[in-house]
């Protein structure tokens, strides 16, 4: 694992320069442009809000578009980069083929063009937090400050199955429609549309707390709609998460590498 | 010669056959066994037992049919692929253009482009910003440099694609049949740009059909047949044995003269070795022996045998030619060859012109020149009689060895006949009589001696 990263740390150029050509040419030709990365998020605050102040009021949880837009940005990030790294080597054929190309680059630029779109929709996460602190619907804690340390805790989770399912998916090719299936799933046993605490049954709860995204998402919620740090136990569960994965993503990675070129 | 630059020891590679059925499994194994190796039913093996080496700077050919297991070998060398089975081991900094401008992405422009590839290519960020004009002018792509890729026409990216990359200075270039993309000026650039490499020291594989250029460009050369090597060595030869076969011959062992066509069918063919540089004063010849040289000597204007002359003597090559069979297709060549190995001279009846109509039974083929012009030296004479694809019938390389005498010490290859005039106010005066003279006097000794024990033709 160690070889892995200090090879990785090699080729940072070329992930840094992989990355910012993903970001440029995601919105090449559109007309907006970069503001799509500022816009999208902004839209979906406001969908939110329009549907679930106007249609399906959550007087339990206010204001609910808020909540629901805290914890469905640690999802977004780890559900974007997880689905699209099914096709990161699969898609790049002509690289692992045709060039000498470290491939494990492949799954780290989709996650780290992930986590820059997770990066640019802060600003408006915090916009949102602002007003609702405002007009004194939320309380602030200055924990907040450590955002970007929590961000990078998930990034490291995010890669890490990164790398096992773009590896995996170039010998298994149905793995993209499991996948994409298994997120549906997932998003329903995370708690990003209803708080885990409102959760009557122990044993469901229980289960929610076996879900590796649930700490990430409630620690999101914690600091922007609750006010308050995480609980201990989550965050030393994210860091576990975010090591036990990288290592495994490395591991799966490392044993389907060799067998890539042909596979692919 | 110090460690090769490429060393094949052994090399096999087996391709599983990815069933639809079997991917479970074969993830399944890949996860738990970390087995690489396929059962052999599920297989296929692109390449057998491959050895050899290939030392830096060399240029080394790599022959053979279509799905024989070239590219294979290359992506192998060059570290996409993994071996089955043997050790590959590469000593310096490698380019592969196995596929022009394969990372370009379509939708950001040239500019880009190249920084990205380049660093693919493993340069940095600084040393593409000191290439990177050489590389724009090379390329050719001019205003085009700041458009998406998208909006390139096919040629425009392959001839990207190659600046870039042999912009990287690679220590081994591998090269797989890219030269036969893009117009006829732009591959020319790419020849003359690889031989300038060659000329740096840079070590070059190169997989082609065009068998022409790998007889222009590289020293050795290896052919591959079904995975397998079928020979390997100097690549006039290789690139023969290759046309043989694939116009049904069976190889015939080169050496003495050759009895065609009762070869034995064996399926797979031990690889020969082909003497690069055998003894240099030692005929090699090899062909399928339809057409056979019988005889080849020099011969001055009276017809008598030659062994030594004078830059300046008139000379004719003679040819005793024997068809054991009748040909419609065949040609006659010679070639002169310098002592260090530069090719002088060499012709052909194709070239000049001369439509087969056809041979049989026994002939005579004279070559007559007025004068060799010819700077001192030992000197080389191939000749051959061969199909107008190439196909030997019989090759004669070193046919005959043959000293060009000088009394005067100038230097180079080739004496264009010249003569001297002062006028003004330098004067100069000629001191040894036989400085004018071309045949110095031991050959005119051995002329006399040939002219007594006349035996004519």
Request: hydrophobic residues 45%.
């Amino acid at each position: 694992m160690l070889a892995s990263i200090l090879k990785l740390a090699r080729h940072r150029q070329l992930i840094t320069t992989l990355t910012s050509r993903d970001l440029k040419a995601r919105y090449r030709g559109s007309v907006l442009g970069y503001f799509w990365s500022l816009a999208n998020p902004l839209m979906l605050l406001g969908v939110y809000t329009l549907v679930f102040t106007r249609f399906f009021p959550r007087p339990d949880i206010s204001p609910y578009a808020l909540f629901l837009f805290a914890g469905i940005l640690p999802w977004i990030f780890f559900s974007g980069a997880v689905m699209e790294s099914t096709a990161a080597i699969s898609g790049n054929s002509g690289l692992i083929k045709k060039v000498m190309f470290p491939a494990e680059a492949l799954p780290i630029v989709v996650v780290l063009s992930h986590l820059v779109h997770f990066a640019l929709a802060m600003p408006v996460l915090l916009a949102a937090f602002g007003v609702a602190f405002a007009t004194g619907k939320v309380p602030f804690h200055p924990v907040m400050i450590f955002v970007p340390v929590l961000m990078l805790l998930e990034a490291l989770f995010v890669a890490g199955v990164a790398l096992a399912v773009s590896s995996a998916s170039v010998l298994f090719r149905d793995l993209r429609d499991l996948v994409q299936n298994l997120l549906q799933l997932g998003f329903f046993l995370t708690p990003v549309i209803y708080s885990i605490e409102r959760i009557p049954s122990q044993l469901m709860r229980t289960v929610l707390r076996l879900n590796p995204m649930t700490p990430f998402v409630i620690a999101f919620q914690d600091i922007f709609f609750f006010g308050r740090p995480p609980a201990l136990v989550d965050v030393v569960l994210m860091a576990l998460y975010a090591l036990g994965s990288l290592a495994l993503g490395f591991v799966v990675f490392d044993r389907l590498r060799d067998t890539l070129a042909e596979a692919i | 010669m110090s460690t090769p630059a490429i060393s094949v020891r052994g090399l096999s590679k087996s391709y599983r056959l990815f069933g639809r059925r079997s991917q479970l499994q074969t993830l399944k194994s890949a996860l738990l066994k970390r087995e690489l190796r396929p059962d052999p039913e599920s297989s296929v093996q692109a390449l057998r037992g491959l050895t050899f080496d290939v030392a830096r700077g060399e240029a080394f050919g790599v022959i053979g049919r279509n799905g024989s297991g070239k590219s294979t070998l290359l992506k192998i060398i060059s570290g996409i692929l993994k071996p089955t089975e043997g050790l590959v081991s590469v000593n310096g900094r490698v380019s592969a253009l196995i596929e022009l401008g394969a990372g370009f992405h379509p939708e950001i422009s040239g500019r880009e482009n190249i920084y990205i590839n380049g660093i693919m290519l493993g340069l940095s960020r600084k040393e593409i910003d000191r290439r990177f004009d050489r590389i724009v002018e090379f390329s050719g792509i001019g205003e085009f440099l700041d458009q998406p890729v998208k909006t390139y026409s096919s040629g425009m990216y392959v001839r990207l694609g190659f600046a870039v990359a042999v912009h990287v200075d690679p220590e081994i270039l591998l090269i797989d049949e890219v030269l036969s993309v893009g117009d006829e000026e732009f591959s020319q650039k790419c020849i003359a740009k690889i031989q300038e490499m060659k000329a740096r020291g840079a070590t070059l594989i190169f997989v082609t059909h065009q068998l022409a250029l790998v007889k222009e460009l590289c020293d050795r050369a290896v052919w591959i047949e079904r995975g397998a090597m079928a020979a390997i060595g100097d690549p006039a030869r290789v690139i023969d044995a290759y046309l043989q076969e694939v116009a049904g011959h069976h190889l015939v062992a080169a050496g003495d003269v050759p009895i065609a066509m009762s070869g034995s069918g064996s399926d797979a063919p031990a690889p020969r070795e082909e003497p690069a540089e055998k003894d240099p004063l030692e005929e090699e010849r090899w062909g399928s022996g339809e057409v056979l040289i019988t005889d080849v000597s020099l011969r001055d204007d009276r017809g008598r045998q030659l062994v030594a002359l004078g830059g300046r003597s008139p000379v004719t090559i003679r040819m005793q030619v024997t068809a054991r069979e009748p040909q419609t297709d065949f040609v006659f060549g010679v070639a002169i060859y310098h002592g260090d190995g530069t090719c002088v001279y060499g012709t052909n009846t194709e070239i000049e012109g001369w439509r087969p109509a056809k041979i049989e039974g026994d002939g005579t083929v004279d070559f007559a020149m007025p004068a060799l012009d010819l700077v001192a030296g030992g000197y080389r004479l191939d000749v051959a009689v061969h199909t107008k694809n190439g196909r030997a019938f019989d090759y004669r390389r070193g046919a005959i060895r043959f000293v060009v005498g000088s009394g005067i010490h100038d230097v180079g290859i080739y004496r264009p006949p010249h003569d001297w005039s002062f006028l003004g106010g330098i004067e100069l005066e000629l001191t040894q009589s036989s400085g004018r003279r071309d045949v110095p006097p031991e050959i005119e000794k051995t002329l006399r001696e040939l002219d007594d024990s006349d035996e004519s033709d």
